[in-house]
Nanobody, 133 residues
Framework: QVQLVESGGGLVQAGGSLRLSCVTSGHTALSRFALGWFRRAPGKERDFVAAISWSGDDTTYPDSAKGRFTISRDNAKNTVYLQMSSLKPEDTAVYYC?????????????????????????WGRGTQVTVSS
């Protein structure tokens, strides 16, 4: 089975940077998946943070992340990253890694970097990011 494990969360000061990692397993090639990051703050719904296509050539971000967050992937290491900079207290949340399986889809959208959480098939358990003011 496909598994995702996040790491790299912690406490940082506002304006600081943090790099999250998500190591995947249970598959033969990470290129099988589009990958995404989502987050959930206490008492709030899960929000989209970033996504990257199966090839790594396309990314998408919400306005809250543009210019500050960068998603990347290293297929050889079966890992997807989220580089966060200029962090704000409102970035405080549990961050989740998710994978969208191209094997479950047909047509030109099979590996697209979509922003809807329901499009993703596998999820990690999350890593806490806390940004102090």
């Amino acid at each position: 089975q496909v598994q995702l494990v996040e790491s790299g969360g912690g406490l940082v000061q506002a304006g600081g940077s943090l790099r999250l990692s998500c190591v995947t397993s249970g598959h033969t090639a990470l290129s099988r998946f589009a990958l995404g990051w989502f987050r959930r703050a206490p008492g709030k719904e899960r929000d989209f943070v970033a996504a990257i296509s199966w090839s790594g050539d396309d990314t998408t971000y919400p306005d809250s992340a543009k210019g500050r967050f960068t998603i990347s992937r290293d297929n050889a290491k079966n890992t997807v990253y989220l580089q966060m900079s200029s962090l704000k207290p409102e970035d405080t949340a549990v961050y989740y890694c998710a994978a969208r399986d191209s094997r479950l889809r047909v047509g030109p959208d099979f590996g697209r970097e979509v922003s809807n959480d329901y499009e993703y098939d596998y999820w990690g358990r999350g890593t806490q990011v806390t940004v102090s003011s």
